[in-house]
């Protein structure tokens, strides 16, 4: 019984999404050790990334338990299937959470809690709500999602307003609604059976594609320019170009409704754009 129970805090706590959320607040942390030196505390603030994120999984498999269960996608998951109660479901949530705001405020101090806090706000009390009533919840939500590498950064002693942060705080949210975006319509049959505000009830197949395509492009152009602005001057003339090449191929998938592979375009992008950043910066 023990091991069944630990066995569903697995999918409760989606580690796949938490580590990829502890790998952007590590960006975050060594971004700064690169441009400023100090010590970067960057593993106790990832460590506080993947926590957070899980208790911030947990709470909303909590707050949405009824409409994961009408979707094939999330109909297996712990709350959904009856495997959890709701009251050990939120256990678990208060569990990693604090765990994670405690292990922020041992890194960074306020400022890293501050932000861990902010998460839980606009993730938990705004977007999840929000996606019941208009699809332009993921706005909210890229809100959250753009958070990551501006925790380790706090963590590591920067400022909240410093460009260099605030730069690829952007480029985090430009990538995390079309990703949103494509996921939503990739899965919306799912989306308007569970009851959430989903596009193709306002907007035509036209009009929602094309949407997504421009966004597609803001964010590769994006992502190019800050690589060739902030990244090192030898490889200036090979990654914002080829990020360019394949942003264009990204937008034409999204326009053409193949987001399969404009999906795999959007993942393999952020770390190849980034990670120059890391070995040189002017």
Not at 10 to 29: D, M, N
Not at 45 to 51: D, E, K, R, V
Not at 61 to 80: F, Y
Request: net charge positive; with cysteine; glycine share 12%.
């Amino acid at each position: 019984m023990i091991p069944d129970r630990f066995a569903s805090v697995f999918p409760l706590i989606r580690p796949k999404v938490s580590l990829a959320v502890a790998a952007g607040s590590l960006f975050g942390a060594f971004y700064h050790v690169h441009l400023f030196g100090g010590p970067s505390h960057a593993f106790p603030a990832a460590a506080g990334a993947f926590l957070l994120c899980g208790g911030c999984s947990a709470l909303n498999q909590v707050q949405e338990r009824g409409r994961d269960a009408r979707m094939e996608r999330t109909r297996n998951r712990p709350l959904a299937s009856g495997r959890m109660t709701p009251a050990l479901g939120l256990l678990w949530a208060a569990l990693f959470g604090l765990a994670g705001l405690a292990l922020f405020f041992l890194a960074g101090g306020w400022p890293t809690l501050l932000a861990g806090l902010g998460v839980i706000a606009v993730y938990n009390g705004a977007y999840t709500p929000l996606k019941r009533v208009s699809p332009m919840a993921l706005l909210a939500g890229g809100v959250a999602g753009a958070a990551p590498p501006l925790t380790g950064w706090l963590a590591a002693g920067g400022g909240w307003l410093d460009p260099h942060i605030l730069g690829v705080a952007v480029i985090f949210y430009l990538w995390q609604v079309p990703h949103f975006w494509l996921l939503a319509e990739k899965h919306r049959e799912d989306y308007g059976r569970a009851g959430f505000a989903v596009l193709h009830v306002g907007l035509s197949p036209a009009v929602r594609a094309g949407l997504m395509a421009v966004w597609v492009a803001a964010y590769f152009v994006g992502l190019s320019c800050f690589a060739g602005l902030a990244g090192p001057a030898s490889l200036r003339f090979i990654v914002p170009p080829g990020l360019l090449l394949a942003g264009g191929a990204a937008a034409w998938l999204a326009a053409a409704n193949r987001h399969r592979p404009a999906l795999a375009a959007m993942h393999l992008s952020l770390p190849l754009g980034l990670a120059p950043l890391l070995f040189a910066t002017v």
